[in-house]
T-cell receptor, first 113, second 117 residues
Framework: EAAVTQSPRSKVAVTGGKVTLSCHQT?????MYWYRQDTGHGLRLIHY???????EKGDIPDGYKASRPSQENFSLILELASLSQTAVYFC????????????FGKGTRLTVV | AQRVTQVQSTGSSQWGEVTLDCSYE???????ILWYRQLFSGEMVFLIY??????QNQRSGHYSVVFQKSFKSISLVISASQPEDSGTYFC???????????????FGLGTRVSVFP
């Protein structure tokens, strides 16, 4: 069964600190994505990657970096966490040739204090 | 500017039909519209999709869509709705540029659905 696993599932971070959110997929998918969801809103694309060792900016990349060291792993990095980055973060993966097969992780709730 | 627009909320009584409207903006010839439901746990569940090149409205279980391509509009229809169908539903646009692959989904803000017993 297709799976996208995020860790941690929740985290409290201090303003100005560094935060790394990790994502692992076992779907053998080319594409991986990071989205953020603010309370009462839809998901917005932060970064994505279609191949290992390469990342692309999404719609709201400011304040975030991404890393794709292998096909299976995709990390989102907040170098200097800010209060405005408190949100739920979702990782997803998809097959480049089957864009309807987008599998989401269960989300990471990040609270910056 | 919002590229995918959804009605904020809608409701129905049990066994009724629920219609969720979505409008979108795109300049791409090829695209997909996908519908997701977000469970109370936060999990995103894929429901159904409509490809731009298919004039036939898609169906999946008790979900169907009404696709009005010329108006860049699509509706999700939940038939024989049940209280457990209550929740938040998202419309998402996946653009498929020529000679390129999908570049992520653009989501609407979601529609909160309430189905009353």
């Amino acid at each position: 069964e297709a799976a996208v696993t995020q860790s941690p599932r929740s985290k409290v971070a201090v303003t100005g600190g560094k935060v790394t959110l990790s994502c692992h997929q076992t779907n053998n998918h080319d594409y991986m994505y990071w989205y953020r969801q603010d309370t009462g809103h839809g998901l917005r694309l932060i970064h994505y990657s279609y191949v290992a060792d390469s990342t692309e900016k999404g719609d709201i990349p400011d304040g975030y970096k991404a890393s794709r060291p292998s096909q299976e792993n995709f990390s989102l990095i907040l170098e200097l966490a800010s209060l405005s980055q408190t949100a739920v973060y979702f990782c997803a993966s998809s097959d480049a040739r089957e864009p309807t097969e987008v599998f989401f992780g269960k989300g990471t709730r990040l609270t910056v204090v | 500017a919002q590229r995918v627009t959804q009605v904020q909320s809608t409701g129905s009584s049990q066994w009724g039909e629920v219609t969720l409207d979505c409008s979108y903006e795109t300049s791409e010839y090829s695209y997909l519209i996908l519908w997701y439901r977000q469970l109370f746990s936060g999990e995103m569940v894929f429901l159904i999709y409509q490809p731009s090149f298919d004039t036939q409205n898609q169906r999946s279980g008790h979900y169907s869509v009404v696709f009005q391509k010329s108006f860049k509009s699509i509706s999700l229809v939940i038939s024989a709705s049940q209280p457990e169908d209550s929740g938040t539903y998202f419309c998402a646009l996946s653009e498929l540029p020529r000679n390129n692959y999908a570049q992520g989904l653009t989501f609407g803000l979601g529609t909160r659905v309430s189905v009353f017993p």
